[in-house]
């Protein structure tokens, strides 16, 4: 069983920065890939970014340059590193793994952009 929590969300003004966090819990972490995605209501999820095991990331077109993923792998923690933010970054930021055809979900932390 895998559980995930993600922190760090909350008010940012345009072109701040926040870092999110998320913490992992079961085993297996730094055998598998990490992602972060996000949704915004009303809209489908969105994957933003990821990382694998041995630390390869992709990027959304729409944060490359913006944002970056990193993993620890002795602390079970991905990060997602956002700078440059801007209004239509806002939504909810959620953490993600899987297990073979298994699929692990945070609860979520919302990100607001807003002046």
């Known amino acids: 069983q895998v559980q995930l929590v993600e922190s760090g969300g909350g008010l940012v003004q345009p072109g701040g920065s926040l870092r999110l966090s998320c913490a992992a819990s079961g085993s297996g972490f730094s055998s598998n890939a990490m992602g972060w995605y996000r949704q915004v209501s009303g809209k489908e999820r969105e994957l933003v970014a990821t990382?694998?095991?041995?630390?390869?990331?992709t990027y959304a077109d729409s944060v490359k340059g913006r944002f970056t993923i990193s993993r620890d792998n002795p602390k079970n923690a991905v990060y997602l590193q956002m700078n440059s933010l801007k209004p239509e970054d806002a939504a909810v930021y959620y953490c993600?793994?899987?297990?073979?055809?298994?699929?692990?979900w945070g609860q979520g932390t919302q990100v607001t952009v807003s002046s």
């Open positions: 990382i694998t095991s041995g630390g390869y990331t």
């Open positions: 993600n793994t899987n297990r073979g055809v298994l699929q692990y």
